[in-house]
């Protein structure tokens, strides 16, 4: 019989190990999809995912956009199920990224997509999924067996795999990446990290924020409070939330900012002023280096890639999400109503 989280702590743990055995083993499967996408002609990037694999999906709209100038969307699966639209997709890429590879909407649209002209590729944890067959080029996780259903290895893996994906294509070194294992397991096991849960454990309602490449890793740390602890999380780039949201943010309201050390990070100091002027109660998960005033602060290792640092990032944010669920007597490993594949169409 296991306890509480105990899935969801040792995935969590397993995170430096994972995530060293992709960079020595990468090679032999990013070397064939790589050449191929450097002999296509490409237009335009479309990225599929859901839930967790949505937000590693906006990660890697980011580097497509910044690395490689392309235009790069997030698919709307019904377009392609409920309303059977098939476009023209000659001169695109697109890119399926899912732990299971068994949704069956993408597993229908990338079919589609490949049909109307799409060179499709897809990144998943499980071999020989309907995802892997639909798909012309595939990208295997290789994050492991994950059997708590708050997924957490497989976001960091999914992360890692596709800036080796995107820097590969844009024929740009890959050993900014030696780095990560390290960052991650200097992220793992703060103590700072339980003292956010502890003021946090009655909270029902909070706010993460964050811009450019952290962005992705607010709206996970959303995601995971809300599917392990049953609050209210609400996500905002640090743009849209002083475009309206920010009304809503007072005392009473925690504000978690994912601030990293560089262009997102200066972009942050707007957002950080507002929340100061409101006596928002702020918890700052940043390096050192990021100067800000907040209650409570996590820090994250010095001397990240900003481009790689969301992989660390969202480590303690786990980690809070596992503690806080626990602290509230509730199951992070089993989420009331959640199975570990969800089958959406």
């Known amino acids: 019989m296991t306890t509480p989280g105990q899935l969801m702590r040792a995935e969590i ?28 002609d490409t237009r335009a990037v479309l990225l599929v995912a859901r839930g967790t694999s949505d937000h590693a999906a906006l990660y890697a709209k980011y580097l497509l956009e910044t690395r490689l100038g392309l235009p790069v969307g997030l698919v709307s699966t019904s377009t392609y199920t409920a309303y059977d639209t098939r476009p023209a997709l000659d001169g695109v890429v697109w890119i399926a990224v899912s732990q299971s590879g068994g949704s069956p909407d993408l597993v229908e649209s990338t079919e589609k997509a490949r ?6 590729i897809a990144l998943t944890n499980a071999d020989g999924s309907p995802l892997e067959e639909a798909a012309e080029l595939r990208l295997p996780m290789l994050a492991g067996v994950e059997r708590s259903v708050a997924a957490t290895k497989t976001y960091t893996t999914s992360l890692l795999w596709l800036w080796l994906l995107v820097e590969g294509w844009a024929q740009r070194p890959l050993d900014a990446a030696a780095g990560v294992p390290d960052w991650v397991a200097a992220s793992l096991d703060r103590p700072e990290v339980a003292d956010v849960a502890s003021r946090y454990r009655f909270v029902e309602r909070l706010v993460t924020t964050s811009r450019g490449f952290a962005y992705p890793t607010a ?8 599917e392990t602890c049953y609050l209210s999380a609400h996500a905002f780039s640090g743009a849209d939330l002083l475009h309206g949201p920010l009304a809503m943010v007072d005392e009473d309201r925690p504000v978690v900012v994912i601030c990293p050390d560089g262009r997102g990070g200066a972009a942050l100091e707007p957002v950080l002023e507002q929340l100061h002027a409101r006596s928002a109660d702020v918890c700052l998960v940043a390096p050192s280096e990021v100067r800000g005033s907040a209650a409570l602060r996590i ?12 992989i660390a990032q969202i480590v303690p944010l786990q980690q809070l999400a596992l503690q806080l669920a626990v602290s509230r007597h509730h199951d992070p490993d089993h989420p009331r109503g959640l199975q570990k594949v969800t089958r959406t169409t």
Request: charged fraction near 15%; hydrophobic fraction near 50%; glycine fraction near 6%.
């Open 299 to 310: 820090p994250l290792p010095s001397g990240m890639v900003e481009e790689l640092a969301p």
């Open 115 to 120: 049909a109307a002209g799409a060179l499709t």
């Open 13 to 40: 743990a397993e995170q430096p190990t994972v995530l060293a055995n992709v960079l020595a083993s990468y090679g032999a499967h990013l070397a064939p999809v790589v050449a191929r996408l450097r002999s296509h």
């Open 219 to 226: 709206r996970e740390a959303a995601l995971k409070l809300m």
